[in-house]
């Protein structure tokens, strides 16, 4: 018999019920059996989170979607338009028994998300069921965008951990609200405009922790307090760029060179990272503007400087 592959792998530790990191086009992820609670309970533990935040259920189609998910026409056009990819939609839950209550911290709504990584959709394809998923960072903290990150974080708490590879997108999924009035709950890795231009205009959700803990303030952060909007660093700062060309020195990093949003994202979280490592002072940033993806960008600036209430 030739050796299981690192899919197989992933996909007996989840069906075991023992946790697994997991490669997304976003962020890493650190999956369990969404209708496991013993195994969802893992989660909680692994990442150090309040049992009230409820987790997005992943799933490999828009078939296996409806199952858990009670998808109106809002959602069926979304769907179309941006499944499989970074969207992640928040609906009434159908009884299906593939998403245990603790996966949903006893709500009666879901976040299911159809994922684009190749690597991913293998598991879930072989899985069948709902993958339940949050980032795979110690709550609290930036989002890991390579395996090696995700390992450093949560890595002791997983049984197996699946290579997908640098995150082509690198920041968290945007999470829409579809129960009664479409809501806007957490910007991320696709733009307002583009699911605007679908659905029509969504309301802007006064910041309710319960129902989106993701809105956190301090969520996101490194160790090195974070200065945002910087022009330059002042004295022992590391500094990230923006649109000012290649950076050489040391503890200067370029989010893109060219001011490229969509490779701003790519790059955020792991460059604050790296910048953290040196302990500076402070990482100061540079303004990033606001378009496309640049309001995701300064969502999680403002949430690793303290500064979103
Ligand atoms: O890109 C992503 O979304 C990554 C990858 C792994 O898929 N996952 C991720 O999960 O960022 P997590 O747990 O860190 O964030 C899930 C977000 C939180 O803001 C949570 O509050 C929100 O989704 N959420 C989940 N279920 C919800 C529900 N029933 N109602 C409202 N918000 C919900
Ligand atoms: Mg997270």
Request: glycine content about 10%; hydrophobic content about 50%; overall charge negative.
């Amino acid at each position: 018999m030739p050796d299981p592959s690192p899919v197989d792998l992933a996909v007996s530790a989840l069906r075991r019920g023992d946790l697994a990191l997991l490669p997304t086009e976003t962020v890493y992820g650190l999956g369990a059996d969404a209708a496991n609670p013993a195994a969802v309970a893992a989660i909680y533990a692994a990442k150090g989170r309040p049992a009230f935040n409820p987790l997005i259920a992943h799933v490999a189609d828009l078939k296996t979607a409806s199952q858990i998910a009670e998808l109106d026409d809002r959602a069926l056009a979304l769907a179309a338009a941006f499944w499989p990819g970074p969207l992640t939609i928040v609906a009434r839950v159908r009884s299906s028994g593939l998403v245990c209550d603790l996966a949903r911290a006893g709500l009666d709504t879901v976040a299911v998300r159809v994922p684009a990584h190749l690597r991913f959709q293998e598991v879930l394809q072989a899985f069948g069921g709902a993958v339940a998923a949050p980032s795979a960072n110690r709550s609290g903290r930036p989002s890991p965008t390579s395996l090696a990150d995700a390992m450093a974080e949560t890595g002791a708490f997983a049984a197996a951990a699946l290579d997908g590879g640098p995150c082509a997108v690198g920041l968290e999924s945007t999470v829409i609200g579809l129960v009664g009035e479409a809501e806007w709950l957490r910007a991320g890795g696709l733009a307002r405009d583009r699911i605007e231009a679908v659905i029509g205009r969504l309301r802007d959700l006064d910041v309710d922790i319960h129902r989106t803990p993701g809105r956190l303030v301090a969520h996101y952060a490194p160790d090195a307090p974070v200065r945002i909007n910087a022009a330059a660093p002042m004295e022992g700062e590391a500094f990230l760029s923006f649109g000012s060309g290649p950076e050489t020195a040391p503890g200067r990093f370029s989010l893109s060179e060219t001011g490229d949003v969509n490779e701003a994202a790519q790059r955020l979280f792991r460059l604050l990272r790296a910048a953290d490592r040196l302990n500076p002072a402070a990482i100061a940033v540079a303004p990033v503007p606001m378009t496309g993806l640049g309001e995701a960008i300064n969502d999680r600036l403002a949430r690793a400087a303290g500064k979103v209430g």
